[in-house]
């Protein structure tokens, strides 16, 4: 089955901690996005990747962390920096201008 | 970061009635796209549009790019339950896409 996994669904951890959320597609597309999503609101670009090695940021990226050591991967770190991070954290990919999302991973900071 | 006005930002509608939302940019795009997001999941794409004046239906649901560019209209025809969801529209223009505001349909039976 070709498509985006985000794991785990859910996420809790403790204020200050850093936490890593995986993205992974099989879908063999180029490019990958990371969006933020805050309840009753769109969706706000992170950061961006259009080739392994390479990644840009979006609109919101402070306190955020990427890398991009593989195609079929772009993990995004929510570091200590940001001070907001509770959201709903969408990844996707694309081939040209259609992105194809993951199912989501909602993030609680206590 | 810019975001596109969609509206209207939420509708309540009986279930059989048609809707209609649309999107507006004080910039031009070269595609226009329209995805569906369920509770807790990531958006879905339902129709993709790559030409200014462009048609396209996707079953009960038809969008059209238009002529000024700046602009798109969903609409969904004879809605069911299942069409409950935030539908957002979002732009490209350069490497990265503009979203919507989004807009909440709710059916009742």
């Known amino acids: 089955d070709g498509g985006i996994t985000q794991s785990p669904k859910y996420l809790f951890r403790k204020e200050g901690q850093n936490v890593t959320l995986s993205c992974e597609q099989n879908l063999n597309h180029d490019a990958m996005y990371w969006y933020r999503q805050d309840p009753g609101q769109g969706l706000r670009l992170i950061y961006y990747s259009q080739i392994v090695n390479d990644f840009q940021k979006g609109d919101i990226a402070e306190g955020y962390s990427v890398s991009r050591e593989k195609k079929e991967s772009f993990p995004l770190t929510v570091t200590s920096a940001q001070k907001n991070p509770t959201a709903f954290y969408l990844c996707?990919?694309?081939?040209?201008?259609?992105?194809?999302f993951g199912p989501g991973t909602r993030l609680t900071v206590l | 970061g810019q975001q596109l006005n969609q509206s209207p930002q939420s509708m309540f509608i009986q279930e059989g009635e048609d809707v209609s939302m649309n999107c507006t940019s004080s910039?031009?795009?070269?595609?226009w796209l329209w995805y569906k997001q369920d509770p807790g999941e990531g958006p879905v794409l339902l129709i993709a549009?790559?030409?200014?004046?462009e048609l396209t239906s996707n079953g009960r649901l038809t969008a059209q790019f238009g002529i000024t560019r700046k602009d798109s209209f969903l609409n969904i025809s004879a809605s069911i339950p299942s069409d409950v969801g935030i539908y957002f529209c979002?732009?490209?223009?350069?490497?990265?896409?503009?979203f919507g505001t989004g807009t909440r349909l709710q059916v009742f039976p």
């Open positions: 996707a990919s694309s081939a040209r201008y259609e992105q194809f």
């Open positions: 910039s031009i795009f070269n595609t």
């Open positions: 979002a732009g490209q223009n350069t490497d990265k896409l503009i």
């Open positions: 549009l790559y030409k200014a004046g």
